[in-house]
């Protein structure tokens, strides 16, 4: 992975990266989840980066069925080439509609939710947990100055 080379190469850097992987970990497992549903591309999936996170602390993860990865890849390609459409809007719909948390493992998933009303529906976003944390740490040391 990526970011563990560059702390191998350069340790000090290692409290100074947010990594999206953990942070989304951290969320779940402040949640109190038990299990999330993963929806990512393939190589997400395959990667098996967020399910060995999650499961080194405890939680269960779901992968989507090979029909669940060729609609995410659908989705993908929409929000890539800028055009969503209501099928798109559907689709994504469809694929949150889960009796447990979901994770969105790609940023097409994340950007997705901009154009769709989820309410009842539970969502990890991987880019807000990671935003989160770091307005969270901008707050602590503005109170520290």
């Known amino acids: 992975m990526f970011i563990n080379e560059i702390i191998k190469n350069v340790p000090s850097l ?11 970990v951290r969320r ?6 038990d299990s999330v549903f993963l929806l990512g591309s393939e190589g997400t999936v395959d990667s ?23 609609d995410v890849r ?5 929000v890539k080439q ?14 949150l509609a889960k009796e ?8 097409e998933m994340s950007l997705l939710l901009n154009y769709c009303d989820i309410q009842g529906i539970k969502t990890i976003d991987p880019i807000k947990c990671v935003m989160d944390e770091l307005y969270s740490e901008y707050l602590e040391a503005i109170v520290k100055k």
């Not at 290692?14 to 989304?24: T, Y």
């Not at 999650?54 to 990865?69: K, Q």
């Open 100 to 107: 447990e948390t979901v994770l969105l493992g790609c940023t």
């Open 82 to 95: 800028n055009k969503v459409t209501r099928d798109t809007i559907n689709l994504f719909k469809d694929l």
């Open 14 to 24: 290692q409290s100074k990266i947010v990594s999206i992987i953990d942070a989304s």
């Open 28 to 33: 779940a497992k402040r949640d109190n989840e």
């Open 48 to 70: 098996g980066i967020y399910q060995v996170a999650l499961l080194g602390e405890g939680i269960a993860c779901h992968s989507p069925s090979s029909r669940e990865l060729s």
């Open 74 to 78: 659908m989705c993908i390609e929409d």
